[in-house]
């Protein structure tokens, strides 16, 4: 049990388009999805907090109108990267929240933006 | 402010046993994680402390002292496969976790 998926796990777009970035929990309700951000060989960064049904709380110098985040419903939340850049090429991860102590993270997007 | 201090990388030999340490200051305390990730692929959870003591499971353990701020990960008959970042995570007041830079793992024949 405990399932997050993501998608797409690749994806290469073209500077300056836009990409959307799928989270589900599969086999659980999820009312709080975290987004991270990697860079290589460093640590995860939080970008966002996601509640379902309510706007995502972003963190300090994330930009909320380039990342755009919506949890639509207990199971789905999306990440869309507006207007992307060379520099937003990174590892993109959603987890999700089943209790307090019990977050599980979806096997990552990697980004190239060209 | 929160913090999250854990060693850049280590290296140890097949067959051995390494330890992992991690000292936390976060606003509150709600528990300590341990992550383990390979090389382009998103972290899977290895253990969570929030009582002082030992938890053993199988060849990992973790342990926590609450009163010095500290953790480490111990890893026994290490194999080859455990070459991997080992990510600490304090999780705050407010159930968030903060995260440690990771300890890259390396192991030699």
């Known amino acids: 049990g405990a399932v997050v998926s993501q998608h797409p796990s690749r994806v290469i777009c073209k500077s300056g388009t836009s990409v959307k970035i799928e989270c589900r929990s599969l086999?659980?309700?999820?009312?709080?999805m975290f987004w991270y951000r990697q860079f290589p060989k460093q640590s995860l960064m939080l970008m966002a907090t996601?509640?379902?049904?309510?706007?995502?709380?972003?963190e300090q110098g994330v930009e909320k109108d380039k990342f755009l985040i919506n949890h639509a419903s207990l199971t789905l939340s999306t990440l869309t990267v507006t207007s992307a850049h060379p520099e937003d090429s990174s590892f993109y991860i959603c987890s999700a929240r089943q209790r307090e102590y019990e977050q599980y993270f979806g096997p990552g997007t990697r980004l190239t933006v060209t | 402010g929160q913090n999250i201090d854990q060693p850049t990388e280590m290296t140890a030999t097949e067959g051995a046993i390494v330890q992992i340490n991690c000292t936390y200051q976060t606003s509150g305390f709600n528990g300590l994680f341990w992550y383990q990730q390979h090389a382009g692929e998103a972290p899977t959870f290895l253990s969570y402390?929030?009582l002082d003591g030992l938890e053993e499971k199988g060849r990992f353990s973790s342990f926590l002292s609450r009163s010095k701020g500290y953790s480490y990960l111990l890893l026994k008959e290490l194999q080859m496969k455990d070459s991997a970042s080992y990510l600490c995570?304090?999780?705050?007041?407010?159930?968030?976790?903060?995260w440690g830079a990771g300890t890259k793992l390396i192991i030699k024949p």
């Open positions: 995570a304090g999780m705050d007041s407010n159930y968030q976790l903060i």
């Open positions: 086999d659980f309700q999820a009312t709080t």
């Open positions: 402390n929030v």
């Open positions: 996601s509640n379902e049904g309510s706007k995502a709380t972003y």
